[in-house]
């Protein structure tokens, strides 16, 4: 064999062996960050379980489909289903109460423009600004009983 060719065998084995240690390394510094082997959390207490099953039950009502013009110069529409989520006895209450707070959402969605009412139902500013404005209209913005989620499982601009 000539000087080139085990120069060449000789560089080619350090880099396989600093490939290898590389790697290792990687491996190594993966499972650390990862906290090692999966660790189950502890059963709960009875305390918590009693805690869990004391919790108020969230009620859901359907305030239904909404269509409204939105404040652009051009022609665009938003169009969106909501539901309501609340704890305490409000189901009647939001029955007999349920035109006002149609009212109250329509009037909050023609103040919007398309751009605004997108950004604002990605980052969910829509749904706090909605369920505020129930509670207002309800007086329970601090009692047992109030809106506490809004969901809005269908939104289309247009």
Do not use: W
């Amino acid at each position: 064999m000539s000087g080139k060719i085990k120069i060449i065998i000789i560089i080619l084995v350090v880099l396989l062996i600093t490939l290898g240690i590389g790697a290792i390394a990687y491996i190594a510094s993966k499972k650390a960050t990862t906290g090692g082997p999966n660790v189950d959390p502890p059963p709960p207490t009875q305390e918590q379980i009693n805690n869990a099953n004391n919790a108020p039950k969230m009620g859901r009502f359907d305030l239904g489909e909404f269509t409204a013009n939105t404040r652009d110069e051009e022609l665009h529409y938003i169009r969106l289903q909501i539901e309501i989520g609340y704890v305490g006895q409000l189901e009647n209450e939001l029955e007999e109460r349920k035109a006002e707070l149609r009212d109250r959402v329509n009037n909050h969605l023609m103040k919007l423009n398309a751009q605004r009412a997108k950004e604002d139902y990605v980052d969910h500013f829509m749904h706090k600004d909605l369920e505020r404005e129930l509670n207002n209209v309800l007086g329970r913005s601090t009692s047992e009983s109030r809106i506490i989620q809004v969901v809005i499982p269908t939104f289309l601009i247009n």
